[in-house]
């Protein structure tokens, strides 16, 4: 399965809805992004892919694209409890098992309700694909629970 890219004006659309409540620093973080993928990287097309609690926290963890890509955006909002959450991200099409080779970066969510967000213009490359998975140390132990993880989305483009 490939990358299901669309038109990004109708990307764009579904960021808005996305966040409609969110702070406006993350507001204007994601409006920059926008502009400067309109206007420095001819408006490439996207893949919206939403984050949901009940699958960042499944075994394997969730598999947001399943193909090489770049991540240009992240949205992450911590459900309202106070369990410590760690969401992995690794470089992997299928789950999280190549922990040691395949994790790229973590986002620590460590209190009630945070949010976290990430912004990467030129994108951050990733050549097998990109997965999700929500710990509650940093070390990549312990699975959360669904009831802690947060929701949110990512952004991606072809590589």
């Avoid at 409609?20 to 490439?44: C, E, G, S, T």
């Avoid at 080779?101 to 209190?111: K, W, Y």
Wanted: charged share 20%; with cysteine; glycine share 6%.
């Amino acid at each position: 399965m490939a990358l299901t890219l669309e038109d990004a004006n109708k990307t764009w659309q579904r960021v808005n809805i996305a966040l409609a409540n969110a702070r406006p620093d993350v507001v204007a973080a994601f409006a920059a992004l926008k502009h400067y993928l309109a206007q420095d990287k001819r408006n490439p097309q996207m893949q919206f892919v939403s984050i949901l609690s009940g699958s960042v926290d499944d075994a394997g963890g969730q598999v947001l694209a399943d193909a090489a890509c770049k991540l240009v955006g992240l949205y992450l909002k911590k459900q309202a409890t106070a369990t410590d959450v760690y969401l992995a991200l690794f470089d992997d099409a299928t789950n999280d098992a190549g922990g040691d080779t395949d994790h790229r970066f973590s986002f620590p969510l460590l209190v009630a309700s945070e949010v976290k967000y990430f912004t990467d213009g030129e994108g951050f490359a990733l050549a097998a694909g990109l997965v999700a998975k929500a710990y509650t140390d940093a070390t990549g132990t312990t699975d959360s629970a669904d009831t802690d993880t947060p929701n949110g989305f990512a952004l991606v483009i072809a590589a």
